[in-house]
């Protein structure tokens, strides 16, 4: 399998591609990397180096890739912090020609928009392209519950509330959603609740909520939900699988007391996790 992955980057760390493309490769997939932007770490930290690339960049890395004559070959585009709204332009471009090129490709879209308690972190116009051009074209779309609520126009205190919303967004294209880091009133104080949604019915998983505070594991499920989701074409048993991936990778980070994710010191979740999750069906069919 080979995925188109657009993304930002960092040197140290690991957010953006250097979250995502690690554990795709781990788990058997071929990643062609295009970076959005390329920073020494990333903005967590209050200072940083790098900068933002602009849309002529990606195409022209896309033109480069496409006269290799392998687009018919890719099975899937994966995008994620945008930079700006022609960053996204150049995105919905390449999903266009990988699809053009190949039937049987789809386009998953993280919308990297914000999060509980910080708000809007991206630059001013990109909410609003990706609620309205980068979603509508997606096949999935994997937000937190801060970029469901911004999608679908509603709060999501209650769980019946975030189903509403799912359904939403369901409205506005994507055939597959998985919603994570979902804490309502449903919620125990003590997990954190992810849902998965598609044609079938909708799913949640609920983990243990751990004390740490990292960047880069939203790029890392939405990747392996992808993979996962392309493998099986079933929402639910993505779910259980990144899911399940991910939260061993958060309590490897947290019982290292480190920083940065160990995305590295802890592959081996993404292949055989050390604690599986069961999905618990919380919703009917999507239309």
Not at 11 to 27: C, D, E, K
Not at 123 to 143: C, K, L, Q, S, Y
Request: charge should be negative; proline fraction near 6%; charged fraction near 20%.
């Amino acid at each position: 399998m080979n995925f188109l992955s657009i993304q930002s980057h960092v040197a140290y760390g690991h957010v953006g591609n250097a979250s995502a493309v690690f554990p795709l490769q781990r788990l058997g997939v071929e990643v062609w990397p295009v970076h959005t932007v390329q920073f020494s770490n990333h903005t967590g930290y209050g200072a940083w180096t790098g900068r933002v690339f602009d849309g002529a960049m990606i195409r022209e890395v896309i033109d480069g890739i496409e006269a290799r004559g392998v687009l018919p070959a890719c099975d899937g585009v994966l995008s994620g912090y945008m930079g700006g709204a022609d960053i996204g332009e150049a995105i919905l471009d390449a999903a266009a020609r990988v699809r053009a090129a190949n039937p049987a490709a789809h386009y998953c879209c993280d919308p990297v928009i914000g999060d509980v308690g910080r708000g809007v972190f991206v630059r001013p116009g990109i909410p609003d392209f990706i609620r309205d051009r980068a979603v509508p074209a997606a096949d999935v779309v994997t937000p937190n519950q801060f970029e469901l609520e911004f999608l679908a126009g509603q709060a999501t205190p209650t769980l019946a509330a975030a189903l509403d919303a799912v359904e939403a967004v369901h409205r506005l294209g994507p055939r597959v959603i998985l919603v994570t880091s979902l804490i309502t009133e449903d919620t125990p104080a003590d997990a954190i609740d992810l849902l998965a949604s598609d044609i079938l019915g909708t799913w949640r998983v609920r983990t243990p909520r751990l004390d740490l505070s990292v960047n880069g594991a939203g790029d890392a499920i939405a990747a392996l939900f992808f993979l996962h989701w392309k493998r099986t074409g079933s929402a639910r048993e993505a779910l259980v699988r990144a899911a399940s991936s991910t939260w061993g990778l958060l309590k490897r980070t947290h019982e290292a007391g480190s920083r940065e994710i160990l995305t590295v010191a802890a592959q081996d979740e993404f292949v055989t996790p050390s604690r599986v999750f069961e999905a618990v069906t919380v919703g009917r069919p999507q239309p």
